[in-house]
Nanobody, 114 residues
Framework: QVQLVESGGGLVQPGGSLRLSCAAS????????MSWVRQTPGKGLEWVSA???????FYADSVKGRFTISRDNAKNTLYLQMNSLKPEDTAVYYC????????WGQGTQVTVSS
């Protein structure tokens, strides 16, 4: 069955960096568009970034220039490199696989605070 497992979240100070990973299984990872979505209690769900099967990348304006999405098809893993983190980046981050249906991981908490 399809599984997406995020890791790499944690507590970081403003201006710091984190790299999130999403390990995928149960489908042909290289053929599927993947994305990162985050959720905060106040703002709800917010799309962050996406990468298609061809490697083209897309970013929300709020993270452009600070976050980098990438994928390693040999490892069936999606990444999100987050630099220059701000308190407003605090959220639960989910990876999403766009198959016939959208599949979601369980999420990983990112907290940006001094």
């Amino acid at each position: 069955q399809v599984q997406l497992v995020e890791s790499g979240g944690g507590l970081v100070q403003p201006g710091g960096s984190l790299r999130l990973s999403c390990a995928a299984s149960g489908f042909t990872f290289s053929s599927v568009g993947m994305s990162w979505v985050r959720q905060t209690p106040g703002k709800g769900l917010e799309w962050v970034s996406a990468i298609n099967s061809g490697g083209s990348t897309f970013y929300a304006d709020s993270v452009k220039g600070r976050f980098t999405i990438s994928r390693d098809n040999a490892k069936n893993t999606l990444y999100l490199q987050m630099n220059s983190l701000k308190p407003e980046d605090t959220a639960v981050y989910y990876c999403r696989g766009s198959l016939a249906y959208d599949y979601w991981g369980q999420g990983t908490q990112v907290t940006v605070s001094s």
